[in-house]
C-alpha cells in the first residue's frame, strides 16, 4: 500500500493517558510464585499501570484525545471520523468508539471500533490515512487503547505480568507531499488465533458460572510461539515497508516497535543493524498495553523532543489475532 492518493494524510499531534494505578514487580511477588529479577531479566518490564475505581477505557480515550485535539487546533465537533482501536472495550455492545463520542461531544464523527490486537494503531492509521486521501474526511482521531488487567488471570504467571493499561491518541489530517505517512504494510493469520485469546465472553461461550469457575473469562497465551513469530515478522516487514520507500534501516531516526518483551525489540533490532539509540522503548514502565503502546511510545518521544518535524520513523507490530504490519512515516 503506498501512497499514491490525491491527499498525503500525516499525525499532527498525539496525546496520552495512563492510570494513576501502578502495580509493580514487587506488588507481583506478593501474589505470585515469581521474582523482579525474573520479571525484569526475561521481560523488561518494572511496572505497568492498572485503572483503579471507576477508570475506564472510555475515560482514557477522551483523556488522550482532549490532550492531541487541543494539541493540533481542533474542536470534537471538527473531527470527522473517529477510530477506536481496542480488544478491552467498556462493553460488548454499543461500540467503544460511540461511547468515546458521546464523551467527547464528537457529534459531526462518523465513528468505529476497530480489532486488530496489538497492530490496531498500525490499522487505524493506514485506514485513516485511505479515507483522507479519497477526500473522504479531513480529520480523524485515532486511538489506541486497551484495559488489560481486568481480563487477566492473577493465577498465571505466565501472561499476567506482561500487560497494563493505557491509551493514546493521534489526530491525522492532510499535510503537504514531503510529510506524513509514506507506506505501510498489513497482515494477519487467522490459523494462529488460540496463541492469544479469551476462551468464553463472546457468543460461542457465554459467561456463565461454569467459564468464571474454570477461569476462561481471562487471555491465554502461548508466549514461546508468539515469541519466535514476533522477531520474525517484525523483522520482515520493517524491512518490506522500507522497502517500498526504497530506504535502509540505517535512514531510520527512530523504530517505534510495540512493546511486548524487551528481548523481542532487542532480537528485532539487531536483526534490523540498528542502533540502541535507535529504538524508542517505554516497557519498562507501561509493559504490554496492547493498542497503546506505539501511540504513547510516539507521544513520550515527540513530547521529549527526540522525534523532530523531518525525522523519519518506522512503527511496527504484532498482536493478538495473529496480525501484524508496518509503517513509515516523515515526522
Ligand atoms: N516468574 C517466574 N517464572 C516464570 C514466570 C514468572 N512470571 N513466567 C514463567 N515462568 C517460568 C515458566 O513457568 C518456566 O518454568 P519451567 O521451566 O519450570 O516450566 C520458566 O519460567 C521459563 O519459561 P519460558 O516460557 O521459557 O520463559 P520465556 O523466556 O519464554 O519468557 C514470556 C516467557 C515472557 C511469556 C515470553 O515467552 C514472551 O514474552 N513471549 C511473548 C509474549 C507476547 O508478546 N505476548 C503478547 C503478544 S500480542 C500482544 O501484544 C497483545
Redesign the pocket.
Known amino acids: 500500500m503506498s501512497n499514491l492518493g490525491q491527499y498525503n494524510a500525516g499525525i499532527i499531534s498525539t496525546g496520552r493517558a495512563l492510570p494513576i494505578g501502578k502495580i509493580t514487580n514487587a506488588d507481583l511477588e506478593t501474589i505470585?510464585?515469581?521474582?523482579d529479577d525474573?520479571?525484569q531479566t526475561?521481560?523488561g518490564i518494572r511496572e505497568r499501570r492498572m485503572v483503579t475505581g471507576d477508570e475506564t477505557n472510555s475515560d482514557l480515550c477522551v483523556t488522550a484525545s482532549r490532550i492531541a485535539l487541543e494539541r493540533a487546533g481542533l474542536k470534537a465537533e471538527e473531527v470527522d471520523l473517529l477510530i477506536v482501536s481496542t480488544v478491552t472495550p467498556d462493553l460488548t455492545l454499543p461500540s467503544a468508539s460511540c461511547l468515546v463520542q458521546s464523551k467527547l461531544q464528537a457529534r459531526n464523527a462518523f465513528v468505529f471500533d476497530l480489532v486488530a490486537?496489538?497492530s490496531g494503531f498500525l490499522y487505524g492509521l493506514t485506514v485513516a490515512e485511505k479515507f483522507i486521501q479519497a477526500g473522504t474526511v479531513k480529520n480523524v482521531l485515532l486511538v489506541g487503547v486497551d484495559v488489560l488487567t481486568p481480563i487477566m488471570d492473577w493465577q498465571d504467571?505466565?501472561t499476567c505480568?506482561?500487560f497494563g493499561d493505557g491509551a493514546g491518541a493521534a489526530v491525522i489530517t492532510r499535510v503537504e507531499a514531503e510529510r506524513g505517512l509514506m507506506a505501510s504494510k498489513l497482515y494477519a493469520d487467522g490459523d494462529k488465533a488460540e496463541l492469544?485469546y479469551t476462551p468464553a465472553g463472546g457468543t460461542k461461550n457465554p459467561a456463565n458460572y461454569g467459564t468464571v469457575e474454570d477461569r476462561m473469562h481471562y487471555v491465554r497465551?502461548n508466549?514461546?510461539e508468539?515469541?519466535k513469530f514476533?522477531v520474525k515478522v517484525m523483522t520482515e516487514s520493517t524491512l518490506e515497508v522500507l522497502n517500498i520507500c526504497e530506504l535502509s534501516p540505517t535512514n531510520l531516526d527512530y523504530l517505534i516497535p510495540?512493546q511486548?518483551?524487551i528481548r523481542?525489540i532487542e532480537s528485532a533490532s539487531k536483526k534490523l543493524g540498528l542502533l540502541p539509540e535507535q529504538v524508542i522503548v517505554n516497557i519498562e514502565r507501561f509493559g504490554?498495553m496492547?493498542s497503546a503502546s506505539i501511540p504513547v511510545a510516539l507521544d513520550e518521544a515527540v513530547e521529549s523532543g527526540k522525534i523532530k518535524e523531518g525525522h523519519l520513523l518506522a512503527l511496527v507490530a504484532?498482536?493478538?489475532g495473529l496480525t501484524w504490519g508496518a509503517a513509515v512515516l516523515r515526522w
Open positions: 505470585l510464585e515469581t521474582s525474573w520479571i526475561r521481560t490486537g496489538c504467571r505466565n505480568v506482561l492469544l497465551m508466549g514461546k508468539i515469541f514476533a510495540h511486548a518483551n523481542i504490554n496492547s504484532f498482536g493478538a
